[in-house]
């Protein structure tokens, strides 16, 4: 490349279609763990599946063992918080809006709690499923919910693979050089490890990577977007900013690629010629990383 063009075409031009590991897929472990926490319960749920006197048959499970009640949430509700209290709207047509508390959590079940969660049961859809014997076992059942929820950390662990990737070259660069190195580096960190005063643009800010050559700190941050959005513009202009805030005193290392720029170039292009420094993956396999550093 002769000039800065060329160099953010090349950018553009070698972005990466994808940084899916298998990792990105189902935390397995983390599936069975959750279920086995509440496998005694399920299966002494499964004692209804089929029954034909559902509703008294409920009852008198319940009533044996009060415990059970605390896992039915989990048959239907997964918001990653084990919610157990509930404020239903179950009626709003008479102009009033009308709930209903529903909490699973008591220690002590009356007769009136015990018809409230049958309720529950009956409204959420759950009854149904379990005598219609579509499921033949609920254990199974939450195996599969289980998997479904982790499903959702999709977009956490693509960013996590992302500084997986990073990692592995600026740990093989720090032992080359014998430099050193934090991951998910507050201001605070920085200042208890190594003494230097690094400001921040927000207090929630955690810089990526962080690298000490013994002269002066690198400063890392990374992303991967492999579709477009609205959010690829804040991103670019939020780094701009953070170039900023750092004021030169620190050497500022942007590492960003996917797709998603493909279409989002315009913001890419007014930090790539503000900042100093914006590589991509390829730019990193080619050893830009190394030159920099």
């Given at each position: 490349c002769?000039?800065?063009?060329?160099?953010?075409?090349?950018?553009?031009?070698?972005?990466?279609?994808?940084?899916?590991?298998?990792?990105?897929?189902?935390?397995?472990?983390?599936?069975?763990?959750?279920?086995?926490?509440?496998?005694?319960a399920l299966n002494n749920l499964n004692y209804l599946i089929g029954k034909e006197d559902f509703d008294n048959e409920f009852k008198f499970l319940i009533k044996e063992n009060p415990e059970i009640a605390k896992v039915i949430p989990a048959l239907v509700v997964r918001d990653g918080s084990?919610?157990?209290?509930?404020?239903?709207?179950?009626?709003?047509?008479?102009?009033?809006?009308?709930?209903?508390?529903?909490?699973?959590?008591k220690k002590e079940i009356t007769d009136g709690d015990i018809e409230k969660y049958l309720t529950f049961v009956k409204e959420s859809g759950l009854k149904d499923l379990i005598i219609s014997q579509k499921i033949k076992n609920l254990v199974d059942y939450m195996?599969?919910?289980?998997?479904?929820?982790?499903?959702?950390?999709?977009?956490?662990?693509?960013?996590?693979?992302?500084?997986?990737?990073?990692?592995?070259?600026?740990?093989?660069?720090?032992?080359?050089?014998?430099?050193?190195?934090?991951?998910?580096?507050?201001?605070?960190?920085?200042?208890?490890?190594?003494?230097?005063?690094?400001?921040?643009?927000?207090?929630?800010?955690?810089?990526?990577?962080?690298?000490?050559?013994?002269?002066e700190l690198v400063i890392f941050e990374t992303n991967f977007y492999g579709g477009s959005g609205s959010k690829l513009k804040s991103t670019a202009g939020e780094y701009r900013?953070?170039?900023?805030v750092l004021n030169g005193k620190y050497k500022f290392i942007w590492i960003t690629d996917g797709y998603g720029w493909k279409s989002t170039a315009r913001p890419l292009r007014e930090t790539f010629n503000h900042n100093?420094?914006?590589?991509?993956?390829?730019?990193?396999?080619?050893?830009?990383?190394?030159?920099?550093?």
């Open positions: 002769q000039n800065e063009d060329e160099v953010f075409d090349y950018l553009i031009s070698n972005l990466k279609p994808s940084i899916i590991l298998w990792s990105y897929f189902v935390n397995w472990d983390k599936v069975f763990n959750n279920t086995k926490k509440i496998e005694i084990n919610t157990n209290k509930f404020n239903i709207l179950v009626d709003y047509k008479n102009k009033k809006l009308v709930y209903e508390e529903y909490d699973f959590s195996i599969g919910v289980e998997a479904g929820l982790d499903s959702n950390g999709r977009k956490n662990r693509g960013g996590h693979s992302m500084e997986s990737i990073i990692d592995f070259f600026i740990k093989d660069i720090c032992e080359s050089k014998e430099y050193k190195y934090l991951k998910e580096a507050t201001s605070e960190k920085i200042k208890q490890e190594w003494g230097y005063d690094v400001p921040v643009d927000k207090s929630s800010r955690r810089y990526d990577f962080v690298i000490n050559t013994g002269k900013d953070l170039f900023n100093d420094y914006l590589i991509s993956l390829n730019m990193v396999e080619k050893g830009v990383l190394d030159k920099i550093i």
